[in-house]
């Protein structure tokens, strides 16, 4: 009986854990890819090394994105913690937020929203000047121990699947994969 629930046991940790791989590879090879700019912070976790934090454009939104009947006095403390779509499109090089909202809207790959969660808002007055702080979840990229912070332009291409939840596809620094940017480099 006790091996039959050992067995049971391990039977449904692996099962969790190949679900979960699979649901990332999934999101990552079927995502609509989009390529955003960022500005990089070089922080240290103690107990998973080295990272950069990546602030993107699209993380700070204007309240203009939101739709006309939003209202300003919405732009509180009570939107921090909610969910907020994004519908990026590009423009240029890269993908911008080009529309907010609360709810999701169409499914349209070309398109894609990116959903992330309202840090704080602040109130301007009025639409032009209201401004929420938004994390994608993307914030974070873990480097190779003692690289630090690459000096160069970083970009980023995230997979968005269908959910809305954004996965780091590929960082480049100076239009090189990091990776490849980062051979030979050292902290000294």
């Not at 009986?1 to 590879?25: F, P």
């Not at 995502?31 to 960022?38: A, N, P, Q, R, S």
């Not at 809207?105 to 894609?112: I, L």
């Amino acid at each position: 009986m006790k091996t039959k629930l050992l067995a049971l046991i391990v039977a449904l940790q692996v099962a969790w854990a190949l679900a979960t791989i699979v649901t990332q590879e999934t999101a990552l090879r079927s995502g609509t890819v989009v390529h955003l700019e960022t500005q990089p912070v070089d922080p240290r976790d103690l107990l998973r090394g080295d990272y950069v934090i990546l602030n993107y454009k699209i993380s700070t939104l204007p309240g203009s994105i939101f739709p006309e009947d939003f209202q300003t006095n919405r732009f509180t403390a009570a939107l921090n913690g909610r969910d907020v779509y994004v519908l990026l499109e590009k423009r240029g090089e890269f993908h911008e937020a080009v529309s907010a909202s609360l709810e999701r809207a169409s499914d349209d790959p070309q398109r894609p929203q990116l959903r992330g969660t309202i840090r704080y808002s602040q109130w301007g007055g009025n639409r032009t000047n209201d401004t929420m702080r938004v994390e994608y979840g993307l914030e974070r990229y873990y480097v190779e121990e003692g690289t630090g912070n690459p000096r160069g332009k970083l970009t980023v291409d995230v997979s968005v699947p269908a959910s809305g939840r954004g996965l780091i596809k590929q960082v480049y620094v100076d239009g090189v994969p990091y990776a490849e940017a980062m051979k030979g480099e050292r902290r000294r």
